[in-house]
């Protein structure tokens, strides 16, 4: 089965892939230096960014103290950088690099939120619009936007149609996508529906995709391979789909709950990051 349940535009989609594939940044987000970039630059020149630019490293500083203590069930912390110059922003930037997630959030006006992971997880850049003062860093096991816009700009419930012609198992999948997502409440596991194990024709894909409509959130996620997180608009119901090196999909599955575990930071990430920040400050800035 390889049909996606698209839940944003073709343009918002191809911008999410281009900036996980890493062929066209997030208009928002510089490109990070390489590891050994970082390494020369850091010898030749930390003591100098220290001291033009203390309210980086305090930034950086207040960052890594806050993933210290974070926890996945624990509120995220954002940090805004609208005090900042634009050189100070590039420098968060190179200092905190670029990961493997991306995606957007589509908002009620018409813009859009951008977020991307640092290469420490659970630190994550967000901007919204494309204004330097909607931008800032949070920590968190997934920005705050996007758990909003999951639950606020989508619908509690959703009507079932009629079957068209030809469609098979359709009409019980979205039932028991309705009854698990009218009896979820946050604390209790998600319910996963597999849909590549079971009889879906190409009918029953596309009545899926108009029942369950087009949701705000986008995630993107490259490593191995690549996985796709999509809010739809009914709420706490997801498609995660994850394909192979020729883009084909190899596991496609509906989630019913929070958002998925797939595109959350781990506990023992944030202790992880911390210490990785500490030492590329140590390094970077002093």
Known sequence: MTTAVRVVSGDVEQMVSKSATGTESLDVFHSGLTTMEAAKRARRD???????YPNVTVLLSNVAAAA???RQSTRSQPYGLANLSELERKLIGEVLGEGEVAGVVAL?????AQLRESVLAGIWRVRIGSEPTYEYVEVGAIPQIVQRAATELTSAD????AAPDGAMNVLAVLAEIRERARVWRSGMRAHVINLTLLPMSAVDMAFLQQSLG?????????GYGTCRVQATE????WSV?????LDDVILDTVEVGGVPIVALAADEDFEDSAGRLQEIMEAYLT
């Open 68 to 70: 210290r203590g974070q």
């Open 214 to 222: 087009n949701g705000p959130v986008q995630l993107i996620f490259r």
């Open 46 to 52: 930390g003591n100098e960014l220290a001291r033009n």
């Open 234 to 237: 009914v709420r706490n119901v």
């Open 158 to 161: 959703f009507l079932i149609g």
């Open 241 to 245: 789909q994850y394909f192979n090196s």
């Open 108 to 112: 009620p006006d018409g813009s859009f």
